[in-house]
């Protein structure tokens, strides 16, 4: 049986100043995100310059931070948020939804898709492979924060959290979620599009990866409490969020090698 670290969640303390790791951990995810853009940008085929990625990593940041607290609130959360409208600001308490996230960075893509005057789908695809590092730092800042832990298990590396309401051995799910979600799904998404493919595959490949971790990840996952299960004992809000996009991602890719094709 292992036992949560007990990380300070303040990463560095002056004054009334305080600085989260969960905060660092989303700074990581950009930076990596602007260093990586750069490094494809100089591809013939890419939509966008080297000089462009600070300002579309601005619009992607804006996305993110806004659609994922936003999509915690609606898809997780909007009890709290009535009774205490505040709560939706103090991001660093954690509580930021991928969901949501990922309908904000769309919305960012088409904003300055339209601003540069490149298509959704060209930037779409530029920008995929460039998420997982983020999600994955994410991910880390969630065990830090020792939330969003798993079910109780008997596996040797089961650990116990503090903050659990008991003293069980559970999955370290945010290490899984970080191994699957940003390890892995870097991996193949960086293979897949280190070469052109037909526009959409990209975007389409990445919906389904990331619908597949997610609802895979999601049966060893403790539910929220206010949540629990919504169906047969074992759905989740995050399994019936990700089904979706599984979907969406095989016609995306059906589309994109048909149109290829023809």
């Keep these: 049986m292992l036992q949560h670290p007990q990380i300070d969640p ?14 660092l951990t ?12 750069r490094l494809r940008s100089r591809k013939p085929w890419s939509p966008v310059t080297e000089e462009q990625m600070g300002d579309l990593l601005f619009y992607l940041a804006l996305g993110v931070i806004l659609g994922g607290r936003f999509g915690y609130v609606v898809f997780y959360n909007f009890d709290t948020f009535v009774s205490d409208p505040l709560w939706l600001l103090r991001i660093w308490e954690g509580g930021m939804a991928f969901h949501g996230g990922l309908l904000g960075v769309m919305f960012a893509m088409w904003w300055y898709g339209r601003k540069i005057g ?5 930037l779409a695809d530029f920008v995929a492979p460039l998420v997982p590092v983020g999600l994955g730092a994410g991910r880390i800042g969630n065990f830090i924060n020792g939330e969003l832990w798993g079910k109780p298990t008997d596996l040797p590396w089961g650990m116990v ?3 659990a309401p008991d003293a069980l051995a559970r999955h370290p799910s945010q290490l899984y979620q970080f191994a699957l979600e940003g390890v892995l799904f870097f991996i193949i ?5 280190a070469r052109p493919r037909p526009r959409m595959a990209v975007s389409g ?7 597949i971790f997610r609802f895979l990840v999601e049966f060893v996952r403790q539910p929220d409490a206010h949540l629990g299960y919504l169906a047969f004992d074992w759905l989740t809000m995050g399994q019936v969020l990700s089904f979706p996009m599984i979907l969406a991602g095989v016609v995306l890719m059906f589309i994109a090698y048909r149109r290829h094709a023809e």
């Design 10 to 23: 303040v990463a560095i303390g002056i004054g009334p100043l305080k600085i989260h790791w969960y905060g």
């Design 118 to 122: 490149t298509g959704f789908w060209r």
């Design 161 to 163: 959290f503090r903050q």
């Design 205 to 211: 490949l990445f919906l389904v990866c990331y619908g």
């Design 189 to 193: 998404l960086w293979w897949f599009s």
């Design 26 to 37: 989303y700074l990581v995810g950009f930076l990596a995100g602007w260093w990586l853009g």
